[in-house]
């Protein structure tokens, strides 16, 4: 037999199993879930994917009936257990809870085998209250002020982040676009070593939502809130908008499937997803993880990973964005 005469032959094979596999985990759907279900956090523990994380699947654990199991798995800047997820049989004991960086704009800084689609977007579960925040001692109280001083100094100040190509910095590339100024960009490995540099006066400005307990307590400066609604860690601090500065940079977490998960998987995650966001027990645990419950169904969340893939793509092709 040829080569050509078995491929032909094969083709037709290799869409038989995968239609038999894709009949399976319909099939399996009936009985879901009758074993315990993981939930990846791509970050180490600790921190605010991993808070998100642990609570929305004690939430939905409850509503299911189910365990769940939190699992870190961090690396390779967050993509690692992205990817992992990405990879995983679409079954519906596996899903991922990531922040808007690591779906809609890693793909776009390196060579990884997912892209935004390879993932069904089930719920957006929570923002970030981003924070504009200045050393002690710098010459400016708010964000007008800074803008003010950066033009009359152009290249003269910095801002740090936790690295090139992540939210944080694209955020402060995008307020200096906007706002016509030229800021030095010093990346870090981890937000920590940069709050630690501008508590050392080494940095002047940092777009992040770390340092707020540092605002709070006068070792730093707020100069705004980026989120459209104040922190109520910082109630006093007003928010880029209303200090006249018209910005949509915002930060979000997100529960995600790998493709071709059952839609009435789908759905029911979304429910239990829906129902855990929209309690009253979840405020207290997100504010102080400097975050608010921010719901949105699949069909909403599955058009705002498709806006912000596509809006910072532009961004890092226009600016030639390069990763470390």
């Known amino acids: 037999m040829s080569l050509q005469r078995r491929h032909v032959l094969l083709l037709p094979a290799a869409l038989f199993v995968l239609n038999i596999s894709r009949a399976a985990f319909a099939q399996g759907a009936k009985h879901w879930p009758d074993k315990p279900i993981r939930f990846i956090t791509p970050y180490p523990p600790g921190g605010s994917s991993d808070i998100i994380t642990r609570i929305v699947a004690q939430g939905i654990a409850q509503g299911l009936g189910q365990s769940i199991i939190v699992e870190n798995k961090p690396g390779a800047g967050a993509t690692l257990g992205t990817e992992y997820v990405a990879l995983a049989p679409p079954d519906g004991y596996t899903f991922l809870v990531a922040p808007m960086a690591t779906v809609t704009i890693a793909p776009w800084l390196k060579k990884l085998r997912y892209t935004s689609e390879s993932f069904i977007p089930i719920a957006k579960l929570s923002s970030s209250y981003g924070l504009v925040s200045a050393r002690k001692d710098a010459p400016f109280s708010n964000y007008g002020e800074f ?12 801002f740090g982040s936790n690295g090139v190509g992540s939210v944080v910095h694209l955020t402060g590339v995008l307020l200096h676009k906007q706002t016509g100024v030229d800021v030095v960009h010093v990346p870090y490995k981890g937000a920590v070593e940069a709050v630690n540099d501008m508590l050392g006066g080494r940095i002047d400005v940092m777009y992040d939502p770390v340092p707020a307990p540092y605002v709070k307590s006068g070792q730093l400066k ?47 995650m979304a429910q239990e997803a829906r129902k855990v966001m929209t309690s009253e027990a979840v405020k207290g645990p997100l504010q102080a993880a400097s975050m608010y419950a921010d719901f949105e169904d699949p069909q909403t969340f599955m058009k705002r990973v498709q806006g912000d893939a596509q809006y910072f793509g532009d961004v890092i092709r226009k600016e030639n964005i390069k990763a470390d």
């Open 147 to 158: 803008v003010a001083a950066a033009k009359a100094n152009p290249g003269k100040f910095t």
């Open 222 to 268: 707020g100069l705004a809130t980026v989120s459209p609604i104040r922190n109520p860690l910082l109630p006093d601090l007003p928010t880029l908008r209303e200090q006249g500065f018209n910005t949509n940079a915002s930060s979000w977490f997100g529960l995600f499937a790998p493709k071709d998960v059952p839609d009435d998987i789908v759905a029911r």
